[in-house]
C-alpha cells in the first residue's frame, strides 16, 4: 500500500482522487496546507511549484492536482484560471460568451505533481479528455464546469455521471491512471514501501 | 534624481510610469526581467512576489506595477486576471457578459511595489480610481480595457484621453503619486543620493 498525501481544500476534487486511489490501492489523505499559487498559463507550472511549496512543509510523499477548462473559441480562457473564473462570472458567465457561438469544442486538462523523499525531482502526470460545451447545465454530480461539459462518445455531461463513470474517462482519471501506472513500474526504484 | 528600474514587458504602461516619473523627477528605467507571478486575487501579494524576485535577480532600486479591472456585477472579475482575460475573451468577451446587466460599476487599481538595497522592506503603494463599463469600446490610446472604461466625473474613456490627462487621474497614476510623495519624504531615510 502506498500512502499519498493530497494537498488540496476541493472537496470534490479529494473525493474524486480517494476514488482512483482506490482503484489501484493507493491510499489518498487529504491535508489542508495553505497553498502558494503561481500565477502562470501553464497547468504544469502552477502544479509544479504547488508540489515543491507543499513539500517543503510536509516532507512526505504528497500530490497536488490543477485542472482547466480550455474552451476553443475563447482562446482557451479559462484554462488555468478556471477555478477563479467558476467563482466569479461562473457557468453562467462562461454560456453568455458561446451564445451565438457556433464551435463549441473543449477540453478538460489535469496535472498531478508528485513529490516524494526518495525522489530527485518532482514528477508530472497529465490527461486531457477532449468534448464540447453544452448549451445549458445538466446534472448535480461533480464540481465545478462539470454541468456543461459533455465529454467525446457520451450523450452526458459530467454532472450527469456517477463518480465511477466520470472517472474512467475524466482527466483527473486519465493523470491518476498515468501515475499509477508509473508508481507500478517505478515503486522498487524510489522505494515506495516505505511511503506508507 | 533617483533611478528606478521597471520590471515589465508591457509597452503601455513602460510609456505611462516613465511619464509620471517625469513629473516628479523620477528615472524610470525598463527592464526585461523574466517573471514569475504568484497566482492570487490579491494585486498587493503578486507584486510584492515580483518585486522580491525582480530584486533578487538585480540588486537594485526598482518597482513593479500590477493592475486589475473589478467589475461590480461580475463579483469583480477580472480583477487581479485582467491581462490574461484580455488576451483571451478580451473587450468583446466583457462586453458580452455585461449585455442586459444595468450595474456597470467597476473599479481600477493599482499596486506599485517598491524594493531597494537600503530599504528593510517591500513597499506598496496603491491607487484606485471608480467608473462605468462604456456599452462599447471607444478610443485608441492606452492599453488593455482602457477602451470601455469611463472613469468617474468624465465623459471620455481611458483611450480616449491623451496620456497626461488619463495620468493625472488614473489608478497607476494615484498609485505613482504615492510613491513620489514617499520618496520625497523617506529619502534621507533610505539614502536614496545612493540610487543614481
Partial sequence: MVRLYLASRNPGKVSELRKLGSYFGIE?????????????????YVSLFSAVNAFLTLRKPLIVEDSGLYIEALNFFPGAYSSFVYRTIGIRGVLKLLEGV???QAYFKSVIALAAPNLPEVKLFTGVVYGVI???PRGSRGFGFDPIFIP???AKTFAEME???KNRI???G??????????ADNCSKV?????T
Same sequence: chains 1, 2.
Avoid at 522505494?191 to 511511503?195: I, L
Wanted: glycine share 4%; charged share 30%; aromatic share 8%.
Fill in 134 to 136: 453544452a448549451t445549458e
Fill in 102 to 104: 457556433e464551435n463549441r
Fill in 191 to 195: 522505494m515506495c514501501y516505505s511511503w
Fill in 28 to 44: 489518498i489523505v487529504p491535508l489542508d496546507l495553505p497553498k502558494v499559487e503561481v500565477q502562470s498559463e501553464s497547468l504544469e
Fill in 163 to 165: 463518480e465511477d463513470e
Fill in 152 to 154: 467525446e462518445g457520451s
Fill in 174 to 183: 486519465r493523470a491518476f491512471m498515468e501515475l499509477a501506472g508509473w508508481l
Fill in 170 to 172: 475524466s482527466h483527473r
